[in-house]
Every structure is written in C-alpha cells, then in structure tokens.
C-alpha cells in the first residue's frame, strides 16, 4: 500500500531535550516536505527537499533541521525544542513538485 | 513570497445546497493551485487541482475555478452531503519556487 508513514504519532516532551521525527514514503518520490499545523494559520511548510540531499527552507524553518540521506527518508529534527514547537506536524511527498501531495498521519508534539 | 488568502472561514450550508470558498493569491508567477480537505483527525488529502493553463475543471460535484487576471481561484461544492463537512485547505505554488503555500482553511458544515 502506497504511504507516508511518520513516527511518533504523539510525542510529549520537555524544553531542550532534542528529539527526531522519522518520515517515511514507499512510493519512489523525489519531493518530500514538512508543514506544521496550527490553529487559524493552516499549514505553513517548514523545509522541503527535491531529492537526496536537496534540502531548502519553507517559510518557518526556524528552531527545525532536517536532512535527506535516502530517497524514501526524511526527518524532522528539533535540537533544542522550545513550547512554541508544539503543534501537529505533517509530512509529505510527492512525485515531484507542483504535483499533488500525499500526506502522513501527522505528528502531536507537545513541549513543556 | 507568495500569500494565499481563504474566505470564509467558516461556512454553513443546508444539505443539497451549493458551498463556495474562494482564495487570493499574490504571486502572478504562481502556476499550481490544489485544494485539500481534512476531516477531523486525519490528515489532509487532495480533492482537486488546476493548473495554470486552464480555467476550469471538474470532478463530480467538486469543482474549481481560476481567473488568473484577478488572482483568485474557488472550490464549488454541488449538492452537498453531511460527509462534506471538513476543513478545506487552498494552496498556491510557483514552479520555480517549489514551496506550497497554504490559505488559512474553512470550515464547512452541511446541516442535514
């Protein structure tokens, strides 16, 4: 079955204590991004990446690193979380850009 | 960058009545326009796209527009059924920039 599948799907946790969302897509795709998700404000796209180690940041890659070793792999890494990081988080892929997205579960984080 | 406004932000609708939520956008370069809905809970899946060479397009009772002179684009609901009710998301991309950007979401209701 095609997806994207993130892990955790919740995840509480506190200030400063780095932590490692994992995504991952089985359909062959070149593009793959991350949105977080907040009330009011939609979903605001975080960093995308257009291949294997093609990486470039969206419009809130503040506080967030990510990188693309594997085709299929791309991580969303928060390496000193702060509380205005909680959200829920999507990842995405697709074909390539400018086609449609396939989304993920999404992600809960709370940071205390 | 580019800024994609969405209205209503909440709209509510008799079952079999039409909905319509339009979007502005403010890059001219901006050449894919795909919308999105998301139930509750889950995550955000496409419903309809358009590209920026045509006006129109269909799917069943969705459909959207674009007048690209203008820089607004609309979703058009027909006959709508209580499992229409959701958060739909518009979204504006340049080619060149390869960054999606999202409206603000609204919520539809179908009151049965």
């Known amino acids: 079955e095609a997806q994207v599948t993130q892990n955790p799907r919740y995840l509480i946790t506190v200030t400063g204590k780095k932590l490692t969302v994992t995504c991952s897509q089985n359909m062959n795709h070149e593009y793959m991004s991350w949105y977080r998700q907040d009330p009011g404000l939609g979903l605001r796209q975080i960093y995308y990446?257009?291949?294997?180690?093609?990486?470039d940041k969206g419009d809130v890659p503040e506080g967030y690193k990510v990188s693309r070793k594997e085709k299929r792999n791309f991580p969303l890494i928060l390496e000193s979380p702060s509380p205005n990081q909680t959200s829920l988080y999507f990842c995405?892929?697709?074909?390539?850009?400018?086609?449609?997205?396939?989304f993920g579960d999404g992600t809960r984080l709370s940071i205390l | 960058g580019e800024n994609v406004e969405q209205h209503p932000s909440t709209l509510s609708v008799q079952e079999g009545d039409s909905a319509v939520i339009k979007c502005t956008y403010s890059d001219s370069a901006s050449n894919y326009f795909p919308w999105y809905k998301q139930e509750l809970g889950k995550r955000p899946q496409l419903i309809i796209d358009?590209?920026?060479?045509?006006g129109e397009k269909k799917d069943q009772r969705i459909a959207v527009t674009l007048n690209k002179t203008a820089k607004h684009f609309s979703l058009h609901i027909t006959e709508t059924q209580p499992e229409d009710s959701a958060v739909y998301f518009c979204?504006?991309?340049?080619?060149?920039?390869?960054?999606?950007?999202f409206g603000s979401g609204t919520q539809l209701t179908v009151l049965p």
């Open positions: 358009i590209r920026s060479n045509v």
């Open positions: 979204a504006a991309t340049k080619g060149s920039a390869r960054q999606l950007t």
């Open positions: 995405a892929s697709s074909l390539r850009e400018n086609q449609p997205q396939h």
């Open positions: 990446s257009m291949n294997v180690e093609v990486t």
